[in-house]
């Protein structure tokens, strides 16, 4: 059932990907702002890695602060507008499932937003292992979600624990992966994974954390 969910999921995004923009953020400027007050606040350095990086809001912030920005997303149509609108000359975009990607290079910071709650609870351990092996030794996690407050707002499957149901101005309906983010609860998770993490709460509805390896791992 995951990995049905998890396809189902790609497939929504690439389907919303032209409407993304209006549809999560309403006031494209207004969410421009709060992005690059919010980036530069994490203030990303050096070597970037952006999961899922959709049609490139973030990408662009990050250029402007990191001396090199790899992003990449399992939706070639989102990828498609975030290279239309982030032409720095040091940003590198890849179609790919996070999951299934493979390199040799280290990053200084990988950065995700409204990424984190998309991942299921039976792959959360596996994720986390991932980004340790992608990070530099003194390298940082950073992130943007949305907290667990806002949940009413999602229509969740009845007796489907983390799934949502979403549907698109067509009136197509998908079912994805939704866990909000519970401060202490992720907190707690992290650490007994080996992660300090610090999460900070933006407004009544997103948080932004920054979590290292208490030890770094090969």
Avoid at 71 to 86: H, L, Q
Avoid at 144 to 153: L, Q
Avoid at 161 to 172: A, K, M, N, P, T
Wanted: hydrophobic share 40%; with cysteine; charged share 35%.
């Amino acid at each position: 059932m995951t990995d049905e969910v998890l396809a189902d999921q790609v497939d929504y995004y690439r389907r919303r990907a032209g409407e993304y923009d209006v549809t999560a953020y309403g006031d494209v400027a207004a969410a421009r702002e709060r992005i690059a007050r919010l980036v530069a606040q994490m203030n990303p350095r050096r070597r970037v890695l952006e999961i899922a990086c959709g049609t490139g809001l973030w990408t662009e912030a990050l250029a402007g602060m990191a001396d090199v920005v790899v992003a990449i997303d399992a939706a070639p149509e989102a990828v498609a507008i975030a290279r239309d609108r982030a032409r720095s000359g040091n940003v590198t975009f890849e179609v790919a499932d996070v999951f299934s990607w493979t390199t040799d290079d280290r990053f200084d910071a990988i950065f995700f937003s409204a990424w984190l709650s998309h991942v299921p609870m039976s792959r959360f351990e596996e994720f986390w292992r991932l980004l340790r092996r992608l990070l530099t030794e003194d390298g940082r996690v950073l992130f943007i979600d949305e907290h667990v407050d806002v949940r009413d707002k999602e229509s969740y499957v009845p007796d489907a624990g983390e799934i949502v149901e979403r549907r698109l101005r067509d009136g197509e309906t998908y079912r994805i992966v939704k866990n909000f983010i519970d401060p202490r609860e992720l907190r707690d998770r992290l650490r007994n994974l080996g992660w300090d993490c610090r999460i900070h709460r933006d407004g009544d509805d997103w948080i932004r954390g920054e979590a290292r390896p208490v030890q770094y791992l090969d």
